[in-house]
């Protein structure tokens, strides 16, 4: 099955085992060159490796389009399918399992507060927004479809992300835009999904509370399940203790399907993988890993972030092979200023649906924040508005889903809409890409960024970590205390009861002893060099 997905990759059409072998020879030799290119401009402030890896996409596909006299126009296709199924599991379960867990859950209110809210408004605004404009265009679509636009076109795209921020210069940045994008991915795909299932013809409160219902369900449900199977590959490893037998292999093996398996049982039961990996990997991260030996967490380290990144230019270079697909611009040529028309409304919505939402609900998180230091000022605003306007493979892979069957369409609106999305995700990416690094440098200065993050670090709000001091969060003794400040209550009993009865029975920080050769920081992850020496800096 997987030989038979990653065939349509094709660029020749050969058939036969051979063509099999091509396919993946080229495929293999373009990830390699994004790979050395990538590395070779890492210090540009424009490019990323994102944006690298499309051009190369965009390159190939035109040599193969020219090599094979565009005989065969159904191929370079992009399969939602693989997309979902072998790729996206591997970047979202890195992102959770890598995350500074300090910065994100201390944003939590925020990241969950914009990931859904803001989702849902800015579903509405691009719904609504497509319906009245898109509909004077002549474009044949339904009310479904309208809908199914919003939820597309809602979703951020959290890879390109990765790219753009880095998680140790702009830690409060990257907690805020990267948790907010996986939040909302998993929004906009619980919504698409309720679209579809769904009679949409008579819409009454019966069905309206059906939606709300499917949605938290599928909310809830997803983070639960994430929760369950990371606990319980904490509770096998630490219970049989394969590192007696020095089993490094098993331990990574074991935890590599235990994160996949929460993965595939989210989308065997209905409910959103994308969020179930992101809990698990959270949860393994705080509980599983420090129940291996330390060559498992130096493994497993490297192992996840080499998966992830090989998945993340995979994403990039399928694009932007598949956006010189002859068939889908074929039905368009005849209408190129419709689909200019409908491509430049869409984005317009894009940027004023995240608009509506980011500015709002900035103001009403910072109403119950005390620190000025955790506030989002007007330049924090600009910045998290400009770095989710990046449209990915997310809204690609809905987008065909919705538009085409099989990845295929005779209908012009629906290609109008799939070339559309095409261009949406390209221009975002590159235009929106090559600005946002320059564009946080003059808005947030490394200097001044550095500061605010030295001074958040100073607060030392322990979380989901033993507190080492009875002093690092203040005791709550009354009610009043409860509500004035409910992150750090929140957080002071969590703390308690982690160290009391989670890590005794999941294991944690004090099961195992510290690896004697840490993970290089510079992988961005919170178990690097940093806490080599310090378990007390575990997490935090």
Request: charged share 15%; proline share 3%; net charge neutral.
């Amino acid at each position: 099955m997987v030989f038979d997905a990653i065939a349509g990759l094709g660029v020749t059409a050969l058939s036969g085992s051979d063509q099999v072998f091509v396919n993946l020879t080229l495929f293999v030799t373009l990830l390699c060159g994004c790979i050395v290119i990538g590395h070779l401009l890492e210090e540009s402030r424009w490019i990323n490796e994102s944006i690298t890896a499309l051009v190369i996409g965009l390159s190939a596909a035109g040599i193969t389009r020219l090599t094979t006299n565009r005989k065969s126009p159904h191929l370079l296709e992009f399969d939602e399918q693989l997309f979902f199924v072998y790729v996206i599991p591997a970047i979202i379960f890195n992102a959770g399992f890598q995350v500074k867990m300090k910065h994100f859950f201390r944003n939590l209110g925020t990241i969950v507060l914009f990931g859904v809210l803001g989702t849902l408004i800015s579903f509405g605004v691009i719904s609504f927004g497509a319906w009245l404009l898109l509909g004077k265009l002549d474009t044949g679509l339904e009310l479904r479809d309208y809908l199914a636009i919003g939820a597309i076109f809602s979703a951020t795209d959290s890879v390109c992300t990765l790219q753009v921020l880095d998680q140790d210069e702009t830690p409060l940045l990257y907690s805020l835009v990267f948790g907010e994008g996986v939040v909302n991915d998993a929004t906009s795909v619980v919504l698409f999904n309720a679209i579809q299932k769904f009679d949409l013809s008579n819409i009454n409160s019966q069905v309206a509370l059906s939606l709300t219902l499917t949605f938290l369900y599928r909310f809830v449900g997803s983070t639960l399940l994430g929760v369950h199977v990371g606990l319980l590959s904490a509770y096998i490893i630490k219970k049989i203790y394969l590192g007696r037998r020095k089993s490094t292999d098993r331990e990574v093996a074991l935890m590599i399907l235990m994160a996949y398996l929460s993965y595939v049982m989210a989308e065997l039961f209905d409910l959103n993988g994308i969020l179930t990996v992101f809990v698990c990997g959270i949860v393994m991260s705080h509980y599983t890993w420090h129940n291996v030996t330390d060559n498992s967490k130096v493994t497993t380290r490297h192992a996840f972030a080499t998966m992830s990144f090989i998945a993340e230019t995979f994403i990039f270079l399928y694009v932007g092979m598949d956006a010189l697909d002859i068939e889908k611009w074929r039905f368009v040529s005849h209408s190129p200023g419709k689909s200019v028309a409908v491509s430049g409304v869409l984005l317009a919505l894009v940027m004023v649906g995240r608009a509506c939402f980011v500015i709002p609900l900035s103001i009403l998180s910072n109403s119950w924040k005390q620190s000025k230091d955790h506030k989002l000022g007007f330049k924090h605003q600009v910045t998290i508005w400009w770095a989710g306007l990046m449209r990915g493979a997310v809204s690609m892979a809905l987008a065909y889903n919705q538009f085409t069957r099989f990845g295929h369409t005779q209908l012009p609106g629906n290609a109008v809409m799939i070339t559309s999305t095409i261009t949406i995700v390209l221009f975002s990416t590159v235009v929106f890409g090559l600005i946002t690094k320059p564009l946080i440098r003059y808005l947030l200065p490394p200097s001044k960024d550095m500061n605010t993050s030295c001074s958040e670090l100073s607060l030392g709000l322990p979380l989901l970590n033993g507190l080492e001091h009875e002093g690092d969060v203040p005791r709550i003794s009354s009610l009043k205390m409860l509500l004035k400040r409910p992150a750090q209550t929140i957080i002071y009993f969590w703390s308690k009861f982690d160290d009391a009865f989670m890590r005794r029975v999941f294991g944690g920080r004090d099961s195992m002893p510290e690896p004697d050769t840490p993970v290089s920081s510079n992988e961005g992850s919170d178990h690097g060099s940093q806490f080599g020496s310090n378990p007390s800096l575990l997490l935090v």
